[in-house]
């Protein structure tokens, strides 16, 4: 991994991952790769990157995906 990507790992299906990028202020530049549980983002676009804040993060969406348009088309 270089310095301008930083890799996520985490336990969900691909439908949740797709909701991940469509929420984040990248979701234009965060590129889903082809393994389960796994998403890059672009650290550029999305500035320093703290792994406990991102899973705090991403245990909320499980709560917010039915009020999000987004997460509800995809999921």
Known sequence: ????????SFAAGPGLIVSVLQMSEAADKAVP???????R???SEIG??????FEWWYAGL?????????????L
């Open 1 to 8: 991994m270089d310095q301008s990507e930083a890799e996520v």
């Open 41 to 43: 983002f672009p650290v």
């Open 62 to 74: 499980a709560e917010d995906r039915a009020e999000n348009s987004h997460a509800e088309r995809v």
């Open 48 to 53: 320093e990157f703290d792994i406990r804040n």
């Open 33 to 39: 790769l082809h393994v389960p549980g796994v998403v």
